[in-house]
């Protein structure tokens, strides 16, 4: 027998309670299999003895039957298997005396019901002593073309369409790194879940939601983004805050510097995605890319109490441009309709608005310096969106902290400016512009 394997195909039993049906299926398996000895050497039945009658093949076979453990144990010294066949009460006692034999080496104990403490006690007993128990609750255990207990692996005819009556070269014990076996009760429905199961696992899934699930609960890009970026599902004035963004931004005519470049590109002859990568790289801390930097340094801010005045005061010190603050055409008297519809949105779903009132709070006081200094979209999306962090409930304060430091929310720009800077490459192809030249009279010489 090879090291840590259980049985072979000398493997001989005892059969505590006498049940016909699973020692006749045993001397089946047996005949299958081709074993020259039958794996059942005695039956025990407390208080019987004799033989039974029981078929090996086409020839009758009388096993015989003892009045005791003892005495089985005594009778048939190389059979160190104990099949219980015994009821949960009295299972544990019956386990308990075949585990003291010192010709018993292994006990599958089928009844359910066995008290745990009972169980507990019988595992703890055959581990120092070396033992082996299998069960109790447990249908048995099967060595393939060797050895079977009572009624493991079902009907005969199963067990030839499995091949289990010859030795194969996958072996299962209770755990594996290359399967999920189950074990369940035949005849049962899990059968029928465990092919849904398989069936869905098949199925592409994001963040665990299958493409199924997303099409029938009629999910929109505002979803996607959630399950893909913030792997989990958000509330539906979240989703629609993210399309809306996304809606906004996607384009700002051609003379903006990423459509520019994707222009240029463009003209130059060169493909869809390098006329898109050339304008999706000039976003960053001026064009686009601010929306971090807004969330960030908002938020700090406002988390330290500082005034707008304290806070556009010490960015001045500090030489830096307040983020999300100012733009090259919009004005106090010309305010960016995208900002007023962002505004307008979360005043009238987001629980709370408190960063982004903050934000305007800023604003204000940036316009008394100059007209320019308004809220731009990237200053609109960072304070909203950390209000939809904070106030939607779905984010512990750690992740919050997270998603601003590493930075997320440029993201939404990136990808809702592909959209339009795909769109400018389009048209170019389309009209088929000549490779472009900027005007000398733009250029200034310097000596
Ligand atoms: N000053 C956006 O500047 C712009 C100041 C400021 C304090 C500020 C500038 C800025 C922060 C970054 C930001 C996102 C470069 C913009 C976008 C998407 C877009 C684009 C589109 C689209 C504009 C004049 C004076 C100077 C400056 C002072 C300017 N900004 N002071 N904080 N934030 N903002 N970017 O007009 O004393 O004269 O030296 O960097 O949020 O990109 O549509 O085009 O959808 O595509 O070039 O909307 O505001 O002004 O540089 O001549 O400065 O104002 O220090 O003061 P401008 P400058 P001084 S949205």
């Not at 840590?4 to 006749?24: E, V």
């Not at 019956?94 to 104990?109: D, E, G, N």
């Not at 519809?341 to 903050?358: D, G, I």
């Amino acid at each position: 027998m090879a090291t840590g394997q259980l049985f072979s195909r000398t493997t001989q039993a005892l059969f505590y309670n006498y049940k016909q049906l699973p020692i006749q299926r045993m001397l089946d398996f047996d005949f299958l299999c081709g074993r020259e000895t039958p794996s059942v050497a005695g039956i025990i039945n407390p208080g019987s003895e004799g033989f039974q009658k029981l078929f090996f093949g086409q020839e009758e076979i009388a096993i015989p039957v003892h009045g005791s453990i003892e005495a089985a144990c005594a009778a048939h010294p190389m059979a160190d298997v104990f099949i219980n066949f015994a009821s949960f009460r009295s299972a544990a006692a019956s386990s308990m005396s075949a585990l003291k034999q010192p010709t018993i080496r292994v006990v599958a104990i089928i009844a359910e019901g066995v008290p745990e403490s009972d169980t507990k006690h019988l595992i703890a007993y055959a581990r120092s002593n070396n033992k082996v128990v299998i069960g109790p609750a447990t249908v048995g255990g099967i060595q393939a073309g060797a050895f079977r207990i009572g009624d493991t692996a079902g009907t005969i005819d199963n067990i030839i369409a499995c091949k289990l009556y010859r030795p194969g070269s996958v072996g299962f014990v209770s755990k594996s790194v290359k399967m999920i076996v189950v074990l369940g009760e035949l005849g049962g429905r899990d059968e029928y879940s465990l092919v849904e199961a398989i069936k869905q696992g098949e199925e592409p899934c994001y963040a665990g939601v299958p493409m199924s699930s997303i099409l029938e609960q009629g999910f929109g890009v505002g979803d996607i983004i959630s399950l893909l970026w913030f792997k989990r599902s958000l509330p539906r004035y979240c989703t629609k805050f993210i399309e809306i963004c996304i809606m906004l931004c996607a384009d700002h005519g051609p003379c903006v510097s990423g459509a520019h470049n994707t222009i240029v590109t463009a003209r130059a002859g060169k493909d869809l995605v390098s006329s898109l990568v050339s304008g999706l790289l000039t976003i960053g801390p001026r064009f686009g890319g601010a929306i971090d930097d807004a969330a960030r340094y908002f938020k700090d801010a406002y988390d330290r109490g500082l005034t707008p005045y304290e806070f556009v005061e010490s960015m001045k010190k500090k030489g830096i441009r307040v983020p999300g603050i100012g733009h090259r055409i919009k004005r106090g008297d010309n305010r960016d309709k995208r900002v007023e519809l962002l505004q307008e949105f979360a005043r009238t779903n987001f629980p709370s608005v408190k960063y982004m009132e903050y934000a305007v709070q800023v604003e204000t006081y940036t316009l008394t310096k100059a007209n320019n200094l308004v809220m731009n979209v990237d200053g609109a999306i960072g304070s909203l969106f950390l209000d939809l962090l904070a106030g939607s409930g779905m984010f512990t304060k750690p992740e919050i902290d997270e998603i601003v430091e590493i930075g997320y929310l440029n993201g939404l720009f990136v990808l809702a400016r592909s959209i339009g800077l795909i769109g400018h490459t389009f048209d170019q192809k389309r009209l088929k512009q000549p490779l472009y030249r900027h005007p000398w009279e733009d250029v200034l010489y310097t000596k």
